[in-house]
């Protein structure tokens, strides 16, 4: 449950003990902004209920999730913020929040990583915390640098591969995005191909088959022979096997066997290219 002590005129944070015999629940903080700080300070994601008193779906949960035992263990590993839907106004807007209970996990800088509006039962909840890092400190220097006003490629570029590697991609490709518009990265001609194969491969790992496609093509046009090449022509197969072109993925595999012939993304494509045939 959720709880506040009023103290000279300030919100201070405070948890709710379980009264005798209750269970334990989540210990939520119910100031916000002091959450984010503590979450930027120990490098842990922030998870974000916005409730309300009168909100019947918010006092469930309370019973069913958040004193769930599996639920208050995984929450440790997370700062945990309770928002009054009614009075905590700044991050009702920043998080356009319309309807409650919602959850919101975050990282440590409040980026939406997961939410979810409506009641969730503990394995629903537990199902998005269990997709998260528990620890973001690894980024914490770069996204400082951003903070400050960075106009660096490699802070961008870092933190895009940080949520690459945790299959965050769409925010990933964000920031991917960002770092190509940059002018280091823009005069760094190795990484700025190694940026746009991993924006390729992003798209396609989201299903993004036509964005994938594009990119791919465009690294092929942009960087002919390129030390990477092989790779686009790989994930171009793999591209063209999703989207059901088995010709153009025949072409282009022979293309990559022909250009690359020790590649060791031959095999990646050969692969593909028999699944697909398989389907048909």
Known sequence: MRSGLLLTGLLILTFSPPAAGQSKSVAWDNNFGHAVALAQKTGKPLLIEFWATWCGPCKRMDH???????????????????????????????????????????????????EHAGYENPSEVLGMMEGVPADFSEVREWREMLEHGSKDGTPLFRVGQFYERNHFFELSTTYYGRALKTEEIKSTPNLRQGIDLAIGFN????????????????????????????????GL???????????????????????????????AAARALSQGKGTQ
């Open 203 to 234: 798209h396609y790992r989201q299903g993004n088959l036509n964005d994938a496609r594009k990119r791919f093509q465009q690294f092929l046009k942009d960087y002919p022979q390129a030390p990477r090449e092989d790779e686009a022509m790989m």
């Open 64 to 114: 069913d999730t958040w004193a769930d035992a599996r639920v208050v263990a995984r929450s440790e590993k997370y700062v945990c913020a309770a928002v009054d839907f009614d009075h905590d106004t700044g991050p009702t807007s920043r998080y356009l929040v319309k309807a409650i209970p919602m959850v919101i996990i975050t990282d440590p800088w409040g980026e939406a990583l997961f």
């Open 237 to 267: 197969v793999l591209v063209e096997v999703k989207q059901g072109k088995l010709p153009d993925a025949q072409k282009t595999f022979e293309e990559l066997k022909a250009s690359h012939p020790t590649s060791k993304a031959i095999d």
